[in-house]
């Protein structure tokens, strides 16, 4: 499916950029100087510090806010990164050339600065937000390997909206709790710092405060529903797009029982490496670690909670607290009281999003204990699956669950002619296998309808599902292949490094340059006037799905009740004795 190219090119996004003219604004700080790439074009900053560093006796405080400055504050160049492992495995998975200049950049803790790319510093543009993916433990505002922001090319600007990109503290940094020493929901919380800041400022750069739509992939398309699901963000935003990601976050009793003991055995050989003697791990020892003892703990939980505990929450190991004021209620709760009545939603996924970490991780038939560490983990977080429901279910349900899923999906697949089959750079995985853990990764078909439905009685709801044919997308429609389309780069040579690493050829195709610029009218037409629809056809809300494809189509969505999916899991859940919950 397109073996190594030569040597690729050096990224646009990680180069100096070619200015052609400054650009200052006065934010409410200080002066701001930014950049402009062509005369009177789109206008570029990057590394805007929205709150102070979170460095020293800042790093498990929320975010605090940043110090005036004197004068006109460089913002042409990216700011500091978390601290994460910087390799290009992205690069290695898809069997192309390590980009030049392709890995996360400076890292550091002077992590809380965004980017701002607006198609002009006057007049009030809408605003869209970006939140990056990365699993809640790598990536960065600026993109990453792929260059996938939609703040490093002008291609939003161009489409009359302004676009800003939001970091958030990752890892333990960011999602290690301690309520009862007043630390939870960092990430959440410097998201919700973003999102005040833009409040406060965006004028100055042209953006309406009050036409804002979030959106984010992957981790950060599962922060962004914690966003919608937030009490403390309904005057902060207005709508909202999801992108591979579902409403899953820790209950207390989850964390305490499942991910507190992890990460304190984690840590505890670091501490006691520095000479630290305390009596429990707690804020007090954990202020003595420097950012990189963080991180390195962080990776040593990495897998831990699925191997030790057959425990796995998505994005694994790092998620939102639920019991603050950030998250008082489950998502599904929040929801389902209305916290998000009148807000537009988009809901979507790609069809065959487990066939990227097939790739990584060598097979997804592995282990069926794999699987229902995920079923697990799915249900308990994103329904209020308490322990005492635990108690109630049979001995191995879910091993026994999975099996009859698999099987189901098998001969669904069967039924629609094979259509499900999909492959990742000759992936041999059988239908049913990957569509049972298409489901499984994305979260259960009566958990996600619950959430959707629930956010449909008090606002819009509508979804999608990207699924372009072999013959547009030789390597599937594996994780993260929308980042791609949502945010192509301009350079010529980068188009083609792009291309050869998401398509497996030296060019995408007018098909998918097609369906590349009719996303990209779909998402910031959504964030100019929330119009819905798709390649100029009508897209109805939920329960119906709008196919996203050369041929776009409008079905059933697998989240409905009334689908084959949606009552395949049902059925195996009576079976088996695990109850979703869908009705709660």
């Known amino acids: 499916m397109g073996g190594a190219v030569g040597k690729a090119p050096c990224l646009q996004f990680t180069r100096p950029p070619t200015v052609a003219e400054s650009v200052v604004v006065k934010a409410i700080n200080g002066q701001v100087k930014g950049f402009r790439m062509t005369e009177g074009g789109a206008a570029f900053f990057r590394g805007i510090p929205f709150a102070a560093s979170t460095a020293g006796a800042n790093r498990w405080k929320p975010p605090q806010p940043r110090d005036p400055w004197e004068g006109e504050l460089d913002c042409t160049m990216y700011g500091e990164a978390v601290v994460q492992n910087s390799d290009t495995g992205l690069a290695k998975i898809f069997g192309v050339g390590t980009p030049e200049g392709g890995d996360i950049g400076k890292m550091g803790e002077d992590v809380l600065n965004l980017n701002v790319t607006t198609p002009s510093t006057t007049g009030s543009a809408p605003v869209m937000v970006w939140i990056h993916g990365g699993a ?30 939001i970091p958030y503290r990752m890892g333990l940094h960011g999602f290690w709790h301690m309520p009862k020493e007043g630390v939870t929901n960092l990430a959440i919380r410097d998201l919700i710092a973003g999102l005040q800041w833009i409040q406060d400022n965006i004028a100055v750069f042209g953006g309406d405060k009050n036409n804002v739509t979030i959106f984010g992939e992957s981790s950060g398309g599962v922060n962004t529903c914690m966003l919608i699901s937030s009490p403390l963000t309904q005057k902060l935003y207005h709508k909202a797009i999801v992108q591979s990601g579902g409403p899953t976050a820790y209950s207390a009793e989850d964390y305490d029982r499942y991910v507190l003991p992890s990460y304190v055995a984690a840590a505890t050989p670091v501490l006691a490496a520095k000479g630290h003697k305390y009596k429990e791990v707690n804020l007090k020892a954990m202020e003595a670690l420097t950012a990189e003892e963080v991180h390195l703990i962080g990776t040593k ?37 209305g916290v998000a009545k009148g807000k537009v939603l988009i809901f979507g996924h790609n069809s065959c999003e487990p066939s990227m970490f097939k790739a990584m991780l060598g097979s997804l038939t592995g282990s069926f204990l794999y699987y229902a560490g995920m079923l697990d983990g799915m249900v308990r977080d994103s329904n209020n699956y308490t322990l005492e429901d635990e108690k109630t279910m049979p001995a191995g349900c879910t091993r026994a669950a999975v099996k009859k899923l698999i099987a189901g999906h098998q001969k669904l697949s069967a039924s629609e002619g094979g259509k499900a089959s999909e492959s990742f750079m000759g992936s041999g995985e059988d239908d049913g296998t990957m569509m049972a853990g298409q489901q499984l990764w994305m979260a259960p078909p009566p958990t996600t309808g619950a959430w959707l439905a629930a956010q449909a009685l008090h ?86 799905r709008m196919n996203l494809q050369g041929s776009p189509a409008v079905g059933e969505s697998q989240f409905s009740k009334e689908s084959a999916e949606y009552k395949l899991w049902a059925e195996v859940m009576a079976e088996t004795g695990i109850d979703p919950r869908q009705n709660r």
Not at 140 to 160: I, V
Not at 306 to 317: A, D, E, F, L, V
Not at 504 to 517: L, T
Request: proline content about 9%.
């Open 136 to 165: 809640n433990k790598m990536g960065s505002a600026k993109g990453d390997a792929g260059g996938c922001s939609p703040c490093s090319t002008s291609r939003f600007a161009d489409a009359g909206v302004v676009v800003v990109a």
């Open 301 to 337: 939980v990495a897998d831990e909670l699925k191997n030790i505990t057959g425990k796995m929450t998505n994005p694994p190991n790092f998620n939102a607290y639920i019991g603050d004021d950030v998250l008082p209620k489950s998502p599904i709760e929040s929801i389902s009281a």
């Open 459 to 544: 606002g819009p709801a509508y979804q999608y599902t990207l699924r372009l044919t072999p013959e547009e997308a030789p390597k599937g429609n594996y994780h993260g292949l929308d980042l791609f389309l949502l945010f192509p780069p301009t350079d010529d040579d980068e188009k083609k490094y792009m291309a050869q690493l998401a398509f497996g050829r030296p060019a995408c195709g007018e098909v998918v340059d097609k369906i590349s610029a009719d996303m990209i009218k779909c998402w910031t037409d959504f964030g100019k006037t929330g119009t819905v629809s798709f390649a100029n056809i009508e897209w109805p809300p939920f329960p119906k």
